[in-house]
Every structure is written in structure tokens, then in C-alpha cells.
């Protein structure tokens, strides 16, 4: 649709297109089946057809099943529009609960890719693909082990790589190296971490369960000071 969009999900495994037409809002449901869905993020994970306008991809994560506290296995659900305009979907179980989620650019392909992470100790990188058999669109996923830190509840892309934030308190940075993809040392923040953004005006900021806002700087020793608190 022309102009901006709104993606959302909710916990009955639907993801939601709210496009403004008009003086008014259009609502289109891509997905109404699944396991409750926790995060959703855009962007361009396959190149636009040519003379076609741009058209960004959907990814959301979540539970497979069930909701997202049954401890069951996870999943990541790329949606696409195919030929006809209509929306494909492409998915990916995984260990546990996918619980963090962004799409940008990592450096890694000559499109956006994404990165989810949740409750198991990986986390994943993904593209979308049109190189197979037929021209049918493929998932490629490539897992990290993590080190030893909690749950991860968000996800940031930087801008050599990307920032996890986990629910024991810990974040760590991932930085995209020629060859190799390396973290530092896990930053130890005090209170379970619950979201985490990037802008390179500001930095790493991240969220918690305790009301605490906090900027962790960018760099071989990186560094939590507090911005603000919240009750």
C-alpha cells in the first residue's frame, strides 16, 4: 500500500496489517492460525522486483503453540508477498519461546537479514532467499551459541552488529567481523532486562523490569550508567 503501514501481533498467533486509506484505518489479517506471537519487525529481506515499488517483508516470533508461558518450542514466521501479491508464509521451530526479534542490515547479505533470540541457548540469523529450485523463496538460518546469560527478551541491531538483553540482568554485544561474528564480554546490569534500542545519536539503551533506563556504551569495555527511573 502507498504511505507508511502498522504491523502487529497477538497472542492468538494472528498478525495484523493496518494501513491508512483515506480518513480512515483498513485493517488486513496475513496470519490467523499459530501459537501466541510475542514480536514482529519489517524490512527488506528480498530484493523488490524490477519496476516493482518496494515491498518490505514480515517477521514474527513467538510460541509454536499454546502461549508463551507452556515451554514448548518456538518458531519464526517470515511472510512475503509471492507473484500474485499474496502473502506467503516461511517458518522456522526452534528450541524454546522466540522472544526478541530484528530486521536490518547485518553486512552479511546484499538485503536486510533478521535476528531472533528467546529462551534456549542460540541465537539465529536469517535470510530470505530466491536461489533454490523453481524460484520458490527459501529461509537460510545460521545459529550462535550464546554465552552464559539468561532468557533473552530483546534484540538491537548496532552498527557492526547487534545487542542482546537477557532477563538475569546481562546484555552482551555481537559484532560482525570479516569471517567470524565475536562478542564481548557480558555486561552485568542488576535487574532482569527487558528491552533494548539503538541510534548512534544515543547508543545502547536499555529497559527493565524494575522501571530503570539505562545507556551502555559501545566499545571493548562498555559501561552501564542510569538515565532514568520509573516506578
Not at 565475536?182 to 532486562?193: D, E, I, N, T, W
Request: net charge negative; proline share 5%.
Amino acid at each position: 500500500h502507498p504511505g507508511q503501514e502498522i504491523v502487529a501481533v497477538d497472542q492468538l498467533g494472528r498478525v495484523h496489517l493496518i494501513v491508512r486509506k483515506g480518513d480512515s484505518f483498513g485493517h488486513e489479517l496475513i496470519a490467523s492460525t499459530g501459537g501466541e506471537l510475542v514480536q514482529v519487525a519489517v524490512g527488506d529481506l528480498l530484493p523488490s522486483a524490477p519496476g516493482t515499488p518496494a515491498m518490505d517483508e514480515i517477521v514474527a516470533v513467538g510460541a509454536n503453540f499454546g502461549n508463551e508461558d507452556d515451554g514448548g518450542p518456538g518458531i519464526i514466521r517470515v511472510f512475503h508477498r509471492d507473484a500474485g501479491g499474496r502473502w506467503s508464509e516461511t517458518s522456522y521451530l526452534t528450541p524454546g519461546l522466540v522472544h526478541a526479534v530484528a530486521v536490518g542490515s547485518l553486512g552479511l547479505a546484499e538485503t536486510d537479514q533478521f535476528v531472533c533470540a528467546g529462551f534456549f541457548r542460540q541465537a539465529f540469523l536469517g535470510t530470505l532467499t530466491t536461489e533454490v529450485e523453481g524460484g520458490a523463496v527459501a529461509m537460510g538460518i545460521g545459529a550462535i551459541d550464546l554465552p552464559q546469560i539468561g532468557n533473552v527478551k530483546g534484540v538491537a541491531l548496532t552498527d557492526g552488529g547487534f545487542v542482546l538483553a537477557a532477563d538475569d540482568g546481562h546484555s552482551v554485544e555481537y559484532m560482525v567481523l570479516p569471517g567470524e561474528i565475536a562478542h564481548q564480554l557480558p555486561v552485568q546490569h542488576g535487574s532482569p532486562l527487558s528491552r533494548v534500542a539503538f541510534t548512534k545519536e544515543v547508543g545502547v539503551l536499555l529497559a527493565d523490569n524494575d522501571g530503570y533506563l539505562r545507556l551502555l556504551s559501545i566499545g571493548s569495555k562498555p559501561k552501564s550508567s542510569l538515565l532514568e527511573h520509573s516506578t
